[in-house]
């Protein structure tokens, strides 16, 4: 039976890579549970997705260096609790044990919330003035049609130029203006994806872009990423094994984990996918935001050479979400294509939105230094409240982006998340973020309100978590994003 939701197939990993990730031999005893405990906590984090073939006991015993004997055991304790299915002549498979049902917690009848899991900063500072000059430069539209199939021509021009700033050679005839992040994600989805393709995607990622390529009748398949990073050896085996017809990635602050893709491993990511003839979705949308100082790597499509990376950009985490402007850069060729596709769902976007962000783009390096600023100072008293009321969670410190990646110590994400709405705190439970009911012992909380909010909203959330370590059920209800 396949639990697995994506439609049908199954990952090989070999026992030289299971035992990487498994980590040095373990020196707890007996050695058969470290190990088990080791592959159950890879499948609930994602990092090893179900539905993947274990190698046989003797390669992993090999690999491991134990004897097989301590591998059939540590096999027999993952089948005895639901993390492995096995029929002879298949071999073995990861799969997810059952989780309990229940109905989540009603919002309470206090008007003050909390919401720590959208990631949405106020607008910045000068949004105003640039409404109030875009007003006045509408004057100069009203004669004509007002659509702008592929976006406001200043628009394109102020896009192409900050990809140059940013050491990526960019032509306003490579930018397709759209409404916004997700909506340049659907329209490549519509024209990229096929019912039954495989698309790679990150695990833990953004849920939406998932739903785009689900809503194509696609196969979804995942490759794990964790506030340290990404494995490319184990990506670039994700790409030789399915040769997906497309892949979604988010390389800078990864969202939910904050991870930035590193010169090389952006190089190696192109290249595995040239091999795999994969296109690629390169998800920017808060590439702009660092946080911490340092020099960012280049842009994904710096190192394509064919055409085959569609940069995903928007102005809603930078500027305010208000702002429904996003765009693709790919090549003058694809721009038309989208235009094609856009036009069975609208014809252009609003003019006087794309002239406010015109505006703005020409200010875009003091928007940054002023987002940093406010980011620096929130992720950092979000932090503290954490070190101080929930001592025994692992935050992750993300270099940039809006949100932070929380470990739990126990599988309890989404009967938290439901205790926390009684309290009046609104988290993001980590299997939101997954394919398959993964990621129980994940928060996502972000850090777009002030300092004073945040703490208020931690105190909130270690109630909360006390409250559910004293009533352990794990209900399945409304998540909230």
Same mark, same amino acid.
């Not at 035992?19 to 020196?27: D, F, H, M, Q, S």
């Given at each position: 039976m396949d639990r697995t939701g994506t439609g049908g197939g199954t990952r090989r990993i070999n026992g030289r890579l299971l035992?990487?990730?498994?980590?040095?031999?373990?020196?707890e005893r007996p050695y058969y549970l470290a190990i088990a405990r080791a592959v159950s906590g890879l499948v609930l984090d994602g990092r090893v997705p179900t539905n993947t073939r274990l190698p046989a006991e003797r390669d992993l015993a090999t690999a491991l260096g134990v004897s097989r004997n301590t591998v059939t055991a540590a096999y027999a304790w993952l089948r005895d609790n639901r993390f492995l299915d096995s029929r002879q002549g298949a071999g073995s498979w990861t799969v997810l044990p059952d989780s309990g049902s229940g109905e989540s917690a009603p919002f309470p009848s206090a008007a003050e919330q909390i919401d720590l899991g959208v990631a949405a900063p106020p607008a910045v500072e000068g949004l105003r003035a640039a409404a109030f000059q875009a007003s006045e430069q509408l004057a100069a539209h009203v004669g004509g049609l007002g659509y702008y199939p592929y976006g406001l021509p200043e628009l394109r021009h102020a896009i192409a130029r900050r990809y140059v700033e940013r050491g990526l050679p960019t032509t306003p005839e490579q930018i397709f203006v759209t409404s916004g992040a997700q909506h340049g994600v659907a329209l490549l989805m519509d024209l990229l994806v096929q019912a039954g393709d495989d698309v790679l995607v990150e695990s833990p990622?953004?849920?939406h872009s998932v739903d785009a390529a689900r809503h194509r009748g696609a196969r979804i398949r995942t490759v794990g990423v964790t506030p340290q990073g990404w494995d490319m050896e184990y990506l670039a085996d994700a790409f030789r094994q399915w040769r997906p017809g497309l892949a979604y990635l988010i390389p800078d602050f990864q969202n939910p984990t904050g991870a930035l893709m590193d010169d090389e491993e952006r190089r190696v990511l192109v290249r595995e996918a040239r091999r795999a003839g994969s296109h690629l979705i390169i998800d920017e949308s808060v590439a702009?935001?660092?946080?911490? $100082?340092?020099?960012?790597?280049?842009p994904v499509a710096a190192y394509d050479t064919d055409g085959r990376v569609f940069t995903v950009g928007s102005v809603a985490k930078l500027l305010w979400g208000g702002l429904r402007v996003g765009w693709v850069r790919t090549t003058p060729p694809m721009v038309a294509r989208l235009m094609a596709v856009r036009q069975r769902f609208d014809i252009a976007g609003?003019?006087?939105?794309?002239?406010?962000?015109?505006?703005?783009? $020409?200010d875009v390096l003091r928007i940054r230094a002023e987002r940093s600023r406010q980011l620096r100072r929130n992720r950092d008293a979000l932090l503290r409240a954490m070190r101080e009321r929930l001592p025994d969670w692992r935050p992750s410190v993300p270099g940039g982006g809006l949100v932070l990646w929380a470990t739990l110590p126990q599988p309890v994400a989404t009967a938290l998340s439901a205790a926390a709405v009684r309290y009046g705190v609104h988290p993001a439970a980590g299997p939101v973020f997954g394919t398959d009911g993964t990621l129980e012992r994940y928060l996502r909380l972000a850090y777009t309100q002030p300092p004073d909010v945040l703490a208020d909203a931690v105190d909130r959330l270690a109630r909360a978590y006390a409250e559910t370590l004293a009533h352990p059920a794990q209900p399945r209800g409304q998540l909230y994003v």
């Open positions: 035992a990487r990730l498994i980590g040095e031999a373990p020196v990622t953004y849920p702009e935001l660092a946080i911490d $100082s340092g020099d960012l790597p280049a609003a003019v006087l939105e794309q002239l406010v962000v015109t505006h703005l783009m $020409s």
